[in-house]
C-alpha cells in the first residue's frame, strides 16, 4: 500500500529523534528475463504498449526512445518521473539519451537496481530492445497495482514519434538511391553494343541493335525499385530472425548446462540409488513421442559434453 507523507516524534534514551516519511513506494526487483512461457511474443508486446499507454508503436526497435519506459514507470510510480521533460516526439540519439537519463534517476528514487545499456539500446536494434523489454514487462507486472491512468491525457495528447527505431529510419532511405545506381550502368551498355558491332556488321545493320537492347533494357528498370524494396523487407526479416534464434540458442546452452550439472550430482556414488535422485533422472531422460535423443555422436563424445562450459 502507498504510504502518505508524515511526520512524528519519538523518544529513545532521552533524546528526541525527528523521523521524515517519504511519500514514495519502493519498487520490486525483479532479475529473471529467460525465455519462459511466461513471455510475450514481440506483437503481444507491441500490442500491450499501445493499449497501456495509447500510443501507435509497430516495432520493437521503436523504443530505443526511451519515452515510452518513463510513461509507464509514471504510471506505476505517481511523480516519479518529471513527464513534461520527457521527449516523446524525440527523433535523434541525444534525445533518446535524455530519456533515458530521466528513467535512470526514477529507478533510483525508487530503489531499482537495473542499470540500463542506454550505449546499446539507442542504437535501435531489436535484440538489445527486446531484451530490455522482456526485463521491464516483469518488472511492470510486479508493482503494477491495478490504478487508472490516462496516459494520453498525462502527456498532454503528444503522439509519440513512431520512427523512433534508428532500424526504421535506415530502412526507406536506400530505396530511391538504389533505382538511380541501377539507371547509370544500365543506360551505358547500348553504347558498348554499338562500338562492338561494326567491326562485324555493316554500319546499316549496327543502327537498329541500340534501340532494341534499349527497349529490352529500359523494361527492368520499372521494377526494379519494387524488387529492391522486396529484398531489403526480407533482409531485415532475416535479420531479425538470426538474432532471435542467436538468443534463444544462449537460452538453450545456459540451461542445458544446468541440466548437465544436475545429472552429474544424482550420477555420484553417494547419490547414485537414492529415490530422489532415481525421481530427477527419470524426468532429466523422459521424452515425447517422436522424439528420441541422440545416444553419441561420432567420435564417441557425448554432445552434453559441450554443455559443461557453461
Known sequence: KKRTGWRRWIVINSKKIFLLHLDLVMAVNVFNTGVTSENLSRHEMMQWINDSLQTNYTKIEEMCAGAAYCQFLDMLFENCIPIKKVKFQAKLEHEYIQNWKLLQTGFKKVGVDKIIPVDKLVKGK?????????????FFDANYGGQEYDALAVRGGV???PTGGSTGIAVKKPTQPAAVVNKQPLSNKPVAIAQKLPSAATQKKASPVPQKSASN??????????NQHEIENLTIELSELRTNVEGLEKERDFYFGKLRDIEVICQEPENAGLELSERVLQILYATEEGFAPP???????????EADEY
Open 126 to 138: 531489436f535484440q538489445d530492445n527486446f531484451e530490455f523489454l522482456q526485463w521491464f514487462k516483469k
Open 159 to 161: 503522439m509519440p514519434n
Open 217 to 226: 533494357i529500359s523494361k527492368p528498370n520499372i521494377k526494379a525499385p519494387v
Open 295 to 305: 545416444d553419441e555422436l561420432e567420435n564417441g563424445e557425448e554432445i552434453s559434453g
